[in-house]
């Protein structure tokens, strides 16, 4: 009896000893071009932090029906005229090739990304790396190039330069339900904490708890430092060519 009390009580001293761990979620879209940036930049530090990162696509329209927000940037004229700069000020930083898509706000207000996104899910899992290779091209053909990423056909394309096998199959993947229901409830996690654009982060311990909620590519720096994590600023030696 003394035994097995002693194996009890020293667990529980282990338990107690184990370090608090925390880990991001990264909650992005690909018509967003903020997550964009901030996709790099996370993934770029992944490099040199000890903390897990977690990428988890989620379909943004949602988040803005959900929220009901009608203070998008594009809607109001001298905010979208401020944004299309900070696009290319932005992009400049992290050392990606940008320029603004034809009829862009038209393109931003009134197109969705489910079909991308659902795709990604896919790909994720598959391989994360993959997902990874595959929403950085995607953002590429859109933003550096101008050419649209919305349909399958379309992404068909970018899979076919990334030699990506059996791609076919990924896009049936695609349609299932359990493809689907990834990405349904991604965005319903999101939104559960207050969600209202991308791209998004928690920041959980160990255990899931959420113990913080981060919005926007510029954030970096602040969740380097609750992580107790170096911010080495844009790390354009690891880039990644899509």
């Known amino acids: 009896m003394l035994q097995l009390l002693y194996h009890v009580l020293l667990s529980r001293l282990r338990i107690s000893k184990m370090p608090n761990r925390k880990q991001v979620k990264f909650f992005f879209d690909v018509i967003s071009p ?10 770029r530090h992944r490099t040199v932090w000890k903390t897990p990162i977690q990428m ?4 943004f329209a949602g988040v803005v029906r959900h929220t009901e927000n009608p203070g998008l940037p594009l809607r109001v004229p001298i905010k979208e005229k401020y944004m299309h700069k900070d696009l290319l000020f932005s992009a400049q930083y992290w050392g990606i090739p940008f320029r603004l898509p034809k009829d862009y706000t038209n393109v931003m207000l009134n197109t969705s990304s489910i079909v991308p996104q659902r795709i990604l899910v896919a790909a994720q899992l598959r391989d994360n790396a993959l997902m990874e290779d595959v929403a950085r091209a995607l953002w ?3 933003y550096a190039y101008g050419k649209p990423i919305f349909t399958k056909s379309q992404v068909a394309e970018v899979l076919r330069d990334l030699h990506v096998k059996n791609s ?5 993947m ?7 229901n ?4 991604n965005t319903d996690e999101a939104i559960g904490n207050g969600c209202f654009g991308a791209p998004w982060m928690h920041i959980t311990d160990n255990h899931g708890k959420v113990l913080q909620t981060v919005f926007g590519s510029d954030r970096l720096p602040q969740v380097a ?3 107790d994590e170096p911010f080495k600023g844009p790390m ?5 060519n899509a």
Do not use: C, N
């Open 174 to 180: 695609s349609d299932s339900a359990e493809v689907k």
């Open 56 to 59: 988890k696509p989620f379909f």
């Open 34 to 43: 903020y997550s964009y940036f901030g996709f790099e930049g996370i993934t």
């Open 140 to 142: 590429h053909r859109f």
């Open 225 to 227: 430092d609750f992580l």
């Open 236 to 240: 354009r030696e690891k880039k990644q």
């Open 182 to 185: 990834i990405l349904r409830e």
């Open 168 to 172: 076919d199959e990924l896009l049936m």
